[in-house]
């Protein structure tokens, strides 16, 4: 079993005791004492709080991210006077390898606490800047000292492909480990120790609790990440972009693969904008057959990168997303890349949901499209393929011209009036998207009554041209259908099965008008 360790850096009596309490609610597993925060409390006064979860101690040195100045011998002493109260306790490496008499006092701290799972002394080693570079010595020397039962290895991450290590350490070395890469691009770190097998792993209380970065909330892990459904053989799915802290694939995602009884985990994939970086994750992830990669959303700016990387690894790209140019999909399957994009459908399922009507229906409709980006292509492939007659307007116009050839459109500058007749207006610019939600791409009395208002951007739920276009009558389309619908599609390619479209849209409502508390990571 993995633990989950929530940190506790409180500084007062009072704090300690509502952050024991908290941490019991959110169902941690055990709570680590950071000793180095509380230089005045005593035995006395921590059995007094009347705790009920095991605890960690741990009096952290300033040199690897604490708090405490005191001496090797001191930070001892507090080990050895807290320990008969503890589970485990964790000390550094640098700490041990000092002097004789500070193994001897970690030793008996050692002794005199009860053990978790079999295991007493966690040896820790923490580099804030960079993953170290000896690595591999740093494991190898902790493996070999026999009073250490944990070897706990903690470095920030540059990049994603840093966490492999991590992943190979969790998954073969000889001792019990907690391994995590910090910061925003090692966060799958911590949410798939489980899966992989590590000793433990941390989250906060809340957000504002952190103990080291990157952490996220036990809430977040426990409800986001389904923390206790997570197994061995759990399968592995994210989102891969930059940025892609904000990103609603993994909630609704993860609450489709709950509601359908999914053995699998959705994860933010926090990727460096270049096809290198892009290419060196998933060659990484593909080469461990033990990751269990199944399946990627491709978002922002790595969409040319997905359909590149598919077709120098000789896998299928679906003849649509060669045309759209860009892949949001991809899925592994039995040692093959599958390349797939799913806006196109969602764009269009949910024009056509809202009309009542199928994409035949369409044809013939005089539709108008604002925005010439990467959402425009696979809209504009999707209008032209039920037959509308398309007229791109774009900030750019040899933008909109460009796309207009490839698709056999019309083009026109942003600026100009919609062309009367016009029967759909579609909104794939950024404007409008939180926080310039008062921006519109096209102002209220360009709209009118009989049109049908369809805007891509889903945050907010209601953007300025959506709520000026009710005020009128027009039919609206909110960018949540389209969201939900391209999300229900990766979801019944990856697992075969119907997607909880309801749920999925209620997910995602649930998010954007901050009423899940597991979106505070
Ligand atoms: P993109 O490739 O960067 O394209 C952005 C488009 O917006 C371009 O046409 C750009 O015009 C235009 N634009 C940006 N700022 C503008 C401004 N200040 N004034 C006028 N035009 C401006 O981005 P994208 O991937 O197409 O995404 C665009 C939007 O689609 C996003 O905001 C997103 O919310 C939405 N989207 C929604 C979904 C969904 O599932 N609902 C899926 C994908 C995208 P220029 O060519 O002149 O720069």
């Given at each position: 079993?993995?633990?989950?360790?929530?940190?506790?850096?409180?500084?007062?009596?009072?704090?300690?005791?509502?952050?024991?309490?908290?941490?019991?609610?959110?169902?941690?597993?055990?709570?680590?004492?950071?000793?180095?925060?509380?230089?005045?409390?005593?035995?006395?006064?921590?059995?007094?709080?009347?705790?009920?979860?095991?605890?960690?101690?741990?009096?952290?040195?300033?040199?690897?991210?604490?708090?405490?100045?005191?001496?090797?011998?001191?930070?001892?002493?507090?080990?050895?006077?807290?320990?008969?109260?503890?589970?485990?306790?964790?000390?550094?490496?640098?700490?041990?390898?000092?002097?004789?008499?500070?193994?001897?006092?970690?030793?008996?701290?050692?002794?005199?606490?009860?053990?978790?799972?079999?295991?007493?002394?966690?040896?820790?080693?923490?580099?804030?800047?960079?993953?170290?570079?000896?690595?591999?010595?740093?494991?190898?020397?902790?493996?070999?000292?026999?009073?250490?039962?944990?070897?706990?290895?903690?470095?920030?991450?540059?990049?994603?492909?840093?966490?492999?290590?991590?992943?190979?350490?969790?998954?073969?070395?000889?001792?019990?480990?907690?391994a995590i890469a910090m910061g925003e691009a090692g966060l799958i770190t911590r949410i798939l120790a489980k899966k992989f097998g590590a000793f433990a792993t941390f989250a906060s209380l809340e957000a504002g609790k952190e103990s080291a970065p990157g952490q996220i909330t036990l809430d977040a892990m426990k409800l986001l990440y389904r923390w206790d459904a997570m197994r061995p053989d759990t399968t592995v799915?994210?989102?891969?972009?930059?940025?892609?802290?904000?990103?609603?694939?993994?909630?609704?995602?993860?609450?489709?693969?709950?509601?359908?009884?999914?053995?699998?985990?959705?994860?933010?994939?926090?990727?460096?904008?270049?096809?290198?970086?892009?290419?060196?994750?998933?060659?990484?992830?593909?080469?461990?057959?033990?990751?269990?990669?199944?399946?990627?959303?491709?978002?922002?700016?790595?969409?040319?990168?997905?359909?590149?990387?598919?077709?120098?690894?000789?896998?299928?790209?679906?003849?649509?997303?060669?045309?759209?140019?860009?892949?949001?999909?991809?899925?592994?399957?039995?040692?093959?890349?599958?390349?797939?994009?799913?806006?196109?459908?969602?764009?269009?399922?949910?024009?056509?949901?809202?009309?009542?009507?199928?994409?035949?229906?369409?044809?013939?409709?005089?539709?108008?499209?604002?925005?010439?980006?990467?959402?425009?292509?696979?809209?504009?492939?999707?209008?032209?393929?039920?037959?509308?007659?398309?007229?791109?307007?774009?900030?750019?116009?040899?933008?909109?011209?460009?796309?207009?050839?490839?698709?056999?459109?019309?083009?026109?500058?942003?600026?100009?009036?919609?062309?009367?007749?016009?029967?759909?207006?579609?909104?794939?610019?950024?404007?409008?998207?939180?926080?310039?939600?008062?921006?519109?791409?096209?102002?209220?009395?360009?709209?009118?009554?009989?049109?049908?208002?369809?805007?891509?951007?889903?945050?907010?739920?209601?953007?300025?041209?959506?709520?000026?276009?009710?005020?009128?009558?027009?039919?609206?389309?909110?960018?949540?259908?389209?969201?939900?619908?391209?999300?229900?599609?990766?979801?019944?390619?990856?697992?075969?099965?119907?997607?909880?479209?309801?749920?999925?849209?209620?997910?995602?409502?649930?998010?954007?008008?901050?009423?899940?508390?597991?979106?505070?990571?």
């Amino acid at each position: 079993m993995t633990l989950l360790i929530a940190p506790i850096t409180a500084s007062t009596a009072e704090q300690l005791t509502a952050d024991l309490e908290r941490a019991c609610q959110l169902g941690a597993d055990i709570v680590e004492l950071r000793l180095d925060y509380m230089p005045d409390l005593n035995p006395a006064a921590l059995a007094a709080v009347g705790n009920t979860l095991p605890l960690l101690i741990t009096p952290r040195r300033k040199e690897e991210g604490g708090a405490s100045d005191a001496t090797d011998a001191e930070r001892c002493d507090r080990l050895v006077e807290f320990a008969p109260q503890a589970a485990l306790c964790d000390t550094e490496l640098a700490t041990w390898e000092t002097a004789a008499a500070v193994r001897h006092r970690i030793a008996e701290a050692r002794a005199a606490v009860r053990g978790m799972d079999g295991q007493k002394l966690i040896l820790s080693a923490h580099d804030f800047e960079k993953r170290p570079a000896d690595f591999w010595r740093i494991v190898g020397r902790m493996n070999e000292i026999d009073a250490c039962d944990v070897a706990k290895i903690v470095f920030q991450a540059r990049h994603i492909s840093e966490t492999f290590e991590v992943f190979d350490l969790m998954h073969e070395n000889a001792k019990p480990v907690i391994a995590i890469a910090m910061g925003e691009a090692g966060l799958i770190t911590r949410i798939l120790a489980k899966k992989f097998g590590a000793f433990a792993t941390f989250a906060s209380l809340e957000a504002g609790k952190e103990s080291a970065p990157g952490q996220i909330t036990l809430d977040a892990m426990k409800l986001l990440y389904r923390w206790d459904a997570m197994r061995p053989d759990t399968t592995v799915y994210g989102v891969i972009g930059n940025p892609v802290g904000h990103s609603m694939s993994p909630a609704i995602h993860n609450a489709a693969f709950s509601e359908c009884d999914i053995n699998g985990a959705y994860v933010p994939l926090l990727i460096e904008p270049t096809y290198e970086h892009f290419e060196d994750f998933l060659r990484e992830a593909l080469a461990r057959p033990w990751f269990d990669l199944r399946g990627c959303s491709v978002t922002i700016p790595h969409k040319d990168n997905a359909l590149r990387f598919t077709c120098e690894c000789g896998g299928y790209v679906e003849p649509l997303a060669g045309r759209i140019g860009a892949v949001n999909t991809l899925t592994f399957e039995d040692g093959r890349i599958l390349a797939h994009n799913t806006d196109y459908a969602g764009a269009m399922d949910a024009l056509t949901d809202t009309l009542g009507c199928q994409r035949g229906d369409l044809h013939g409709n005089e539709v108008a499209v604002l925005g010439a980006g990467g959402a425009a292509r696979g809209v504009v492939a999707g209008l032209r393929d039920s037959g509308c007659k398309v007229t791109i307007y774009n900030r750019t116009p040899e933008r909109a011209t460009r796309l207009a050839e490839e698709f056999g459109c019309t083009a026109a500058p942003l600026a100009e009036r919609v062309r009367p007749g016009t029967q759909i207006v579609v909104n794939t610019t950024s404007l409008g998207m939180h926080p310039n939600v008062d921006d519109t791409p096209l102002p209220a009395d360009r709209l009118q009554t009989d049109m049908t208002v369809f805007d891509t951007v889903y945050n907010p739920i209601e953007t300025r041209l959506l709520r000026e276009a009710r005020a009128l009558g027009c039919r609206t389309v909110d960018g949540v259908a389209m969201f939900v619908h391209q999300a229900a599609a990766q979801f019944e390619r990856w697992t075969g099965q119907s997607a909880p479209h309801a749920l999925m849209r209620q997910v995602v409502l649930a998010r954007l008008t901050g009423a899940d508390p597991s979106a505070q990571r």
